[in-house]
Nanobody
């Protein structure tokens, strides 16, 4: 399974970005996909996850209401819509996929995409 993340960039505070993560390869084994982020000097943290069917979503408590995860089954792609961005959202955002019955530990990781929010 390969994961390709895209959509990062530079945005002003209060703006929005939508990240995409396209899965390819043996995607039939996947059960969950998720987003994580890592800011400079900080540990990687969970952002959001979604079941492969799209019926279940999970969010980091601190991001509920601003971030939204969704998926397009036809494109094997998961999206992270980020609104009302703050400078503290600046980080490298990575997508991950899991084949287990519950999310984590994550089996597959994509490369990160940089999100920079200017004040």
């Amino acid at each position: 399974v390969q994961l390709q993340a895209s959509g990062g960039g530079l945005v002003q505070a209060g703006g929005s970005l939508r990240l995409s993560c396209a899965a390819s390869g043996r995607t039939s084994r996947l059960r969950f996909m998720g987003w994580f982020r890592q800011a400079p000097g900080k540990e990687r943290e969970f952002v959001a996850s979604i079941s492969w069917s799209g019926s279940s979503t999970f969010y980091a408590d601190s991001l509920k209401g601003r971030f939204s995860i969704s998926r397009d089954n036809a494109k094997n792609t998961v999206y992270l819509q980020m609104n009302s961005l703050k400078p503290e959202d600046t980080a490298v955002y990575s997508c991950a996929a899991d084949s287990g019955s519950i999310p984590g530990p994550w089996d597959y990781w994509g490369q990160g995409t940089q999100v920079t929010v200017s004040s």
